[in-house]
């Protein structure tokens, strides 16, 4: 009878694998890549060496771990149209390791399609593509770690190498590890576990030395967004209703005590440190994963092995629970097809149609100027930079106070690409062009990403 169980889901693993990959390829090849997707891939191709990759990164806020994998990529002839390619193999390996966790069949059924594993970290080629498998890692081996601690640990490793939100939660995982080992601390020695536990903090402090930005980096860090609005867009959905952010939260809040409430203070250890970078610090609705794929693993983590409640009541308790957890799931699931269709039908950004227009003037030698960040998602069309108003020789944006990106060139360029709600001076002496962007989250997308691309009058009758 196992036997026979374990040949049907291998089927089932097999057929969910597979249309996973051919959904994500499909939507892969139709989506157009926005600034931070190029920002990546730019920082990458413009440093030839690792010490500059990293010395570039440390203005990002992030950890080289994503640029140094998109360099080895470009090494190996990857052209940026595929750069979804290399998100997809992380996202691949997360799909196969989440077949491997005992975790319920519908939820590996389901989890492959949702709105962060498939859309948001494998379509969006982003450093969060590899959120999902360290995660995976973490939980195969998380109840058998003092045994197998390697694999434990470089899951923890991995996660942290992904962000500044990946070194706060491994962080949290140690602490609890931490907190155990002193606990045990009579009966055990320098044992396996120990010696891991010990790598990985050399690890991790060297990460965190790694991370720590320069003294001129202006990258912006300032919470502006509502955590309430975050967490519902990213769960659910997109809603204006402070009435029904509240109410998915204290629901959500409710579940989460009743389900984790006898080990609840080893859950808000690993919890709270997240949340309260998250909320009064710095969070974007993508950053949302790490807060999602960490409640998914703890509540395998923790499922009881015995289904049925005692009493009626926590009987009701239970199964409410879990009819709440197959809700969440349903909806990663429903809108993480629909963001698919969206983006088939819709530029997630028009920088590759914008180069293909501006393209024979660049090459006739007429020079192009731009506004702020979005706009940098056009160079990777190009071999190198080709903004005049650009301080540096990289084609990508540094997020430092040494450098203006705000100030066209004086005089301005024959080609202005800015934002559309950024006026030009002396926009009667250009004919204007309006590209259209849309920001696409879940079940709405809208045209905010617009771009308005500026010829000078002059230089279209050169070109007739």
């Known amino acids: 009878m196992d036997l026979v169980k374990r040949k049907k889901n291998l089927i089932i693993y097999a057929a969910v694998f597979m249309l ?27 440093n030839n060496s690792f010490l500059d990759i990293v010395k570039a990164v440390r203005y990002e806020g992030t950890l080289p771990t994503w640029h140094l994998t998109i360099k080895l990529f470009q090494l190996l002839g990857l052209q940026y149209e595929y750069f979804f390619v290399i998100s997809l193999i992380f996202s691949s ?3 196969i390791l989440l077949f491997m966790t005992e975790t319920p069949l519908y939820a590996k059924i389901l989890l492959p399609f949702s709105y962060f594993v498939l859309y948001q970290d494998t379509v969006i080629a982003r450093q ?24 434990y640990f470089l899951g923890i490793i ?43 903090g050399a690890v991790m402090a060297l990460i965190v030395l790694i991370f720590l930005p320069p003294a001129d980096c202006n990258y912006p860090r300032i919470n502006e967004l509502s955590f309430a609005d975050s967490l519902t867009t990213a769960f659910l959905f997109k809603t204006d209703s402070l009435c029904l952010q ?60 015995k289904e049925e409640a005692k009493t009626r009541a926590n009987k009701i308790a239970f199964y409410s629970c879990k009819a709440f957890i197959i809700t969440l799931l349903a909806f990663q699931f429903i809108t993480g097809i629909y963001s698919i269709y969206l983006d088939y039908k819709l530029d997630y950004f028009p920088s590759k149609e914008i180069a293909k227009f501006i393209k024979p003037y660049i090459e006739t030698g007429a020079k192009a100027d731009t506004v702020g960040y979005s706009t940098y998602s056009v160079q990777p069309y190009f071999e190198k930079n080709i903004y005049a108003n650009n301080p ?73």
């Not at 606990?183 to 020695?189: A, E, F, G, V």
């Not at 997240?274 to 974007?284: E, P």
């Open 158 to 200: 991995f996660l942290a190498s992904t962000s500044s939100y990946g070194v706060i939660l491994s962080a949290s995982f140690l602490l609890w590890d931490l907190i155990c080992i002193v606990k045990t601390i009579k009966s055990r020695r320098l044992d396996k576990f120990c010696s891991f536990f010990l790598a990985t």
């Open 20 to 46: 996973f990959i051919m959904t994500a390829v499909f939507s892969g090849l139709c989506h157009e890549a926005w600034a931070d997707e190029a920002q990546a891939w730019l920082i990458a191709r413009d």
């Open 93 to 95: 390996c997360g799909v």
């Open 246 to 305: 509240i109410a998915f939260i204290a629901i959500l809040l409710a579940a989460f005590i009743f389900y984790f409430r006898k080990n609840i203070v080893q859950v808000l250890i690993y919890t709270v440190p997240l949340l309260l970078y998250m909320i009064f610090f710095y969070h974007r609705p993508w950053h949302m994963p790490y807060l999602f794929f960490l409640i998914f693993i703890l509540l395998v983590i923790f499922r009881s092995k």
């Open 392 to 464: 540096t020789d990289k084609a990508y944006y540094i997020w430092s106070s040494k450098y203006e990106y705000f100030t066209l060139s004086s005089p301005p360029s024959e080609i202005l690409i800015v934002p559309t709600n950024i006026s030009v001076g002396n926009a009667e002496r250009y004919n204007s062009y309006v590209f259209d962007g849309y920001n696409i989250c879940k079940f709405s997308a809208v045209n905010e990403r617009q771009c308005t691309v500026y010829i000078l009058k002059s230089l279209e009758g050169k070109n007739e």
């Open 128 to 151: 969060y593509a590899m959120i999902f498998p360290a995660m995976m890692l973490i939980l195969i081996f998380f109840t058998d770690r003092e045994k197998k601690p390697w694999g």
